[in-house]
């Protein structure tokens, strides 16, 4: 499959997921739909527009690849995409999601930066959580809920969650697990009848150890109540996720295709990198190759070994590139 539509989440391990979206759009020389002007977004935190992408109104629905952030908003989509598109994304335990956006948003967050820190926000989100703000506030509270296009403030009510889940069935092929990244990458892979080197994969976008908060178990505990309507969408999809396993290939398939993927990500480690693993922005010796940094978070990167030859040398490049170095590459190879 060419048409793939990804709506990238936040804090979701999504910039992996695009990294290897923007390899296969590279290999096969297919159009990614960039954003308009060179932005960063597809129009975030406002709901999804054609004409958000770059030179829609000359390309019309003949995009193969979507995957920026964006707000989404089916009908506008599918504007952009053709018909047989596959549409996926990925989800993350709301737990761990809140307290990496805490970290990652607290200086342009206003109910982040009124609190101390993520344990103090939870005690008593509503004391720095205000309606007034909820434009900014957006990843204070059910943030994946808002991702999908749906009101990340609104009643916890039964029925309305059922709908809202159904309508996502209707408009996912494939929901993703983070916490079951690899298991995420084989079932990607069968989905879009892919090769193993498709989905094969360095972390981006992650941050150092030291910059993680310590949840309280009470925290814990209020994170599923606070985002209650991200607990419940992870929760039913997260089941749906090895439901799925189970249909499309079965446990024992998955575990080795997961050891398969392991193994050539282990070898292409050894291949391309220095030291084997990612490293602090500090350390980063190529500052092309140093992500965007955000509120406390040091995100890592990579050290490419200094002996490759030109076509492994692209290869590892490619693998560990920035979204934002990836983004302005296709965008000068797409809009010269």
């Known amino acids: 499959r ?11 391990a999504s910039s992996t997921v695009l990294n290897l979206l923007f390899r296969f759009a590279e290999r096969h020389e297919l159009t990614v739909a960039l954003p308009a002007q060179q932005l960063l977004h597809l129009g975030y935190p406002s709901s999804f527009l054609a004409h958000f992408v770059e030179d829609f109104q000359s390309i019309g629905q003949n995009y193969n690849i979507m995957g920026n952030h964006l707000r989404f908003n089916p009908s506008e989509v599918r504007k952009v995409m053709a018909a047989d598109t596959f549409y996926f994304s990925i989800l993350r335990n709301p737990v761990r999601l809140l307290e990496s956006s805490y970290v990652y948003y607290k200086n342009v967050v206003p109910a982040f930066r009124a609190s101390k820190d993520v344990n103090e926000y939870l005690a008593s989100p509503l ?94 505990e209020r994170v599923k109540a606070w985002c209650s309507l991200d607990w419940e969408l992870y929760l039913h999809f997260n089941q749906s996720f090895w439901r799925r396993v189970e249909e499309a290939i079965g446990l024992e398939q998955l575990h080795k295709e997961v050891d398969e993927l392991r193994a050539r990500q282990k070898e292409l480690m050894e291949t391309c990198l220095s030291e084997q693993e990612a490293v602090g922005k500090d350390h980063i010796k190529d500052k092309a190759l140093l992500p965007f940094q955000s509120g406390a978070a040091n995100i890592l990167g990579y050290n490419l070994r200094q002996d490759l030859d030109n076509r492994t040398l692209r290869t590892c490049q490619r693998m560990v590139m920035p979204e934002l170095q990836y983004m302005s590459q296709l965008y000068s190879a797409q809009h010269p």
């Open 2 to 12: 060419t048409n793939v539509m990804f709506l990238k989440t936040h804090k979701t």
């Open 127 to 220: 004391r720095y959580y205000w309606r007034a703000d909820r434009q900014q506030n957006i990843y204070a509270r059910n943030i994946m809920w808002f991702d999908f296009g749906y009101d990340n403030n609104a009643e916890d009510d039964g029925r309305y969650v059922q709908q809202v889940l159904r309508e996502m069935e209707q408009n996912f092929q494939l929901m993703l697990i983070a916490e079951y990244f690899d298991e995420s990458m084989v079932l990607l892979r069968h989905g879009l009848c892919w090769d193993l080197d498709d989905v094969v994969y360095f972390r981006l976008n992650s941050r150092s150890r030291e910059s993680v908060q310590a949840l309280s178990p009470e925290s814990e």
